[in-house]
């Protein structure tokens, strides 16, 4: 798993005051990349997370008081999901089902540009069908990976990121696109891109806010490297740069950053 020699990652980190500065300057970097992959290749292709931390920034990208809404040009714009419980679209457990309610429902985005994991259909070929969708949408042949020029991650408290979740089968695929994985407690089976395709993009960010993850974040920037405990240290993009978007809770752990709340880590994996 991983890379066998060392692999030195520049990990920067921005400290926000609370959850609303958070959240806009996560919008403000959505923006960003977007208009920057549309001067460029004319399309921008993102892929989204779900749980509680990006709900405030979608709701900001759709809120026509603030200019992200004018600033991206929602006909080139196609949305991709990280992961998605295998449940229904209506569910409130489902990703997509947050996001179309906070967001994808109150923009002028073609509903045709919203690329959304079948979570209601049997796992694996849910995970079939997705990845099939990838290659369609990035015209890929064989065994090449299709390269979003951004990806938005979470963490949970036990260190997973996407549906990638400790000892768990997914953490060693290497050569699918999407997969289903099993995990226990509530809603087991998950979809979820692999590493080596959010590796892959061109730009990764991690939204993370909360005191109950500031101990575990420490661990994945700072402890030693085990990814089948601490799944997120998979996370290293092959552009050698990670950020990381934070509030104050979160951060508490990691070493104080400047002035301007910016602080950087180099780490070896």
């Known amino acids: 798993m991983g890379t066998t020699m060392p692999k030195k990652i520049q990990v920067h980190y921005q ?14 970097w959505i923006a960003s990349s977007v208009e920057s992959a549309v001067r460029g290749r004319g399309v921008a292709r993102i892929a989204i997370s779900g749980g509680g931390a990006p709900k405030r920034m979608f709701e900001l990208l759709a809120d026509p008081a603030h200019p992200f809404h004018t600033r991206i040009d929602w006909a080139r714009l196609l949305i ?20 179309k309610e906070t967001f994808l429902s109150k923009v002028p985005l073609p509903q045709e540009n919203v690329i959304r994991i ?12 997705y990845e099939s969708a990838i290659r369609n949408r990035f015209r890929l042949e064989g065994a090449e990976l299709p390269r979003f020029d951004l990806i938005v991650l979470g963490m949970g408290t036990n260190g997973h990121t996407a549906s990638l979740f400790p000892d768990s089968e997914a ?19 998950r ?10 993009a061109d730009k990764i960010f991690f939204l993370i806010q909360d005191r109950s993850k500031a101990e575990v974040l420490r661990e994945v920037l700072l402890g030693p490297y085990q990814p089948e405990t601490l799944p997120s240290q998979l996370i290293q993009p092959e552009s050698g740069e990670l950020s990381f978007l934070l509030d104050r809770a979160a951060a508490a752990k990691l070493p104080r950053p400047d002035a301007d709340g910016r602080g950087l880590l180099e780490v070896s994996r």
């Open 118 to 129: 079948e979570g209601e259909l049997e796992p694996e070929e849910g995970a079939a069908r």
């Open 191 to 200: 979809i979820t891109l692999t590493w080596p395709v959010i590796n892959h």
């Open 80 to 99: 991709f999901f990280v992961d998605e419980r295998c449940v229904p679209p209506d569910s409130a457990d489902s990703n997509y089902r947050l996001a």
């Open 15 to 28: 400290v926000e005051a609370n959850n609303e500065a958070m959240s806009l300057t996560a919008a403000d």
């Open 171 to 189: 953490l060693h695929e290497m050569m699918r696109l999407a997969v289903a994985n099993h995990v226990e407690g509530k809603n087991p089976w």
